[in-house]
């Protein structure tokens, strides 16, 4: 199916890009729950799958209401208001959604299911104002489990690509930026048009605008959301998503260990995958007591984060943490240079 959004002058003043976290909860979630699982992030799934698992939510409504493939509910990525919205401001718009809305999204999930609601859905279909508050504790325990850990090195990737994006706009114009953002998406002049669709999205469907998301998990696809008075939403693969989950260089490492001491310079090498204190011990022989006492010291510095997964809590680098560990882009030049006359 093809689709166009017919662009106004205003329409293109109004464009704007946002990073949202529960974008990536959405898109992660149905790249877990594809099988096998995208290559792209099979490293990534293979360290969190037996998380939601082990805590019952793989069999949630959360995880009922994201499929393999299908609708996917519109009132699970409210538009952000800003910028880079907090999990708690996205949070707190899905718990404020009107009932109407609830039940519209989940009558086409019952739709594509054969005409029922699978039972898991039931109270939340009958009590949305009473459900959506628990709704919105699995979303918070999925991130805590599925993302938090990771969402330093995520952000950066984001933000990588609406740095990129904006620049291609300053140098070259909005279209063509736009022209670029994927395969299926293609700027003629006067729309924007949309290739291989699901589902059918049409100006007069949407608001004012153009919100752009790029998202580490929407790989390979373009996902949109039309709900007014909100601008349509196009979800893109971000740039450089393929490189996400490799291990970061540890050529480094040496040279940390003369400013952070050999024990901290292997723990925070050893957060290249998040992971909790008694993993951390085994992998490099310390003590637990010992290995504790130097996250608490690099989490002190701003290297690590901590987020809880159950009943262990992961360590994982934070983005200045992950900055020691990138290749320099200058190489050091040891020779001094040349004096200038007169000095």
Do not use: K
């Not at 010992?290 to 809880?308: K, N």
Request: hydrophobic content about 45%; some cysteine; charged content about 20%.
């Amino acid at each position: 199916m093809r689709t166009a959004l017919h662009f106004s002058a205003n329409d293109l003043a109004l464009t704007r890009f946002a990073v949202s976290p529960m974008q990536e909860v959405v898109t992660s979630l149905r790249a877990l729950a594809h099988s096998p699982v995208p290559a792209l992030h099979r490293r990534w799934a293979d360290q969190v799958r037996a998380r939601p698992t082990a805590t019952g939510l793989d069999r949630s409504r959360l995880a009922v209401m994201v499929p393999p493939t299908g609708h996917l509910p519109d009132f699970l990525n409210p538009a952000p208001t800003g910028f880079a919205p907090a999990l708690a401001d996205e949070l707190a718009a899905i718990t404020a959604t009107g009932a109407g809305q609830v039940r519209a999204d989940l009558d086409i999930l019952a739709a594509e299911a054969g005409g029922r609601l699978p039972p898991v859905l039931e109270s939340l279909y009958r009590d949305p104002a009473g459900q959506l508050p628990r709704l919105a504790a699995e979303i918070g325990a999925y991130w805590q489990l599925a993302l938090a850990p990771y969402w330093a090195r995520i952000r950066a990737l984001l933000e990588a690509d609406v740095f990129h994006r904006s620049r291609q706009a300053a140098e070259h114009g909005t279209a063509r930026m736009l022209d670029e953002l994927h395969e299926t998406v293609r700027w003629d002049g006067t729309a924007l048009r949309l290739e291989r669709r699901h589902c059918a999205v049409t100006r007069l469907t949407a608001g004012a605008g153009l919100l752009l998301l790029p998202s580490a998990f929407a790989w390979p696809r373009v996902l949109t959301r039309v709900l007014p008075p909100d601008p349509p939403q196009l979800s893109y693969p971000a740039r450089g998503a393929a490189t996400l989950w490799e291990p970061r260089p540890g050529g480094t490492r040496d040279a940390l260990a003369t400013v952070l001491g050999r024990s901290r310079a292997r723990l925070l090498a050893e957060l290249d995958s998040p992971a909790s204190t008694t993993e951390l011990a085994r992998r490099t022989g310390l003590s637990a007591a010992g290995v504790s006492q130097h996250l608490t010291a690099l989490r002190a510095a701003g290297l690590t984060s901590a987020h809880r997964a159950g009943h262990s809590v992961l360590y994982a680098r934070t983005a200045v943490g992950d900055s020691l560990f990138e290749p320099s882009e200058q190489a050091f030049d040891p020779t001094p240079p040349p004096r200038r006359p007169g000095r």
